[in-house]
């Protein structure tokens, strides 16, 4: 059974810095497609990075222009982690953030083409 749990999240002030991982169990991150959405209130939930990972080795990723050089997502093969480490964050960045798992290696963010979901963490960053 594949299982994808988030953790990391926290309460925060403007400025500072989170790392939410992503562990999964079941499932092996290799040639797949991992990627991090979030959904704040009221709104509708959005791609916020993506990693993608050819041959085991080389690695594509893309962002939301939105947390572009503030955000980084990286990917432990020997832990079967993937990370999002969040800097500089601000009260926009709150919201339940989720990741995804997909063999599809399409460009982008959007949420077509994961198979995985898991259950969300909450982030709240206050000013």
């Known amino acids: 059974q594949v299982q994808l749990v988030e953790s990391g999240g926290g309460s925060v002030q403007t400025g500072e810095s989170l790392r939410l991982s992503c562990a999964a169990s079941?499932?092996?991150?290799?040639?797949?497609?991992v990627a991090w959405f979030r959904q704040a209130p009221g709104k509708e939930r959005e791609g916020v990075a993506r990693?993608?990972?050819?041959?085991?080795?080389?690695?594509?990723?893309y962002y939301a222009d939105s947390v572009k050089g503030r955000f980084t997502i990286s990917r432990d093969n020997a832990e079967n982690t993937v990370y999002l480490q969040m800097n500089s964050l601000k009260p926009a960045d709150t919201a339940m953030y989720y990741c995804?798992?997909?063999?599809?290696?399409?460009?982008?963010?959007?949420?077509?083409?994961?198979?995985?979901w898991g259950q969300g963490t909450q982030v709240t960053v206050s000013s």
């Open positions: 079941g499932y092996t991150y290799s040639s797949k497609s």
């Open positions: 990693i993608n990972t050819y041959g085991g080795l080389r690695h594509f990723t």
């Open positions: 995804a798992a997909g063999v599809s290696l399409t460009a982008g963010l959007r949420e077509t083409g994961f198979d995985y």
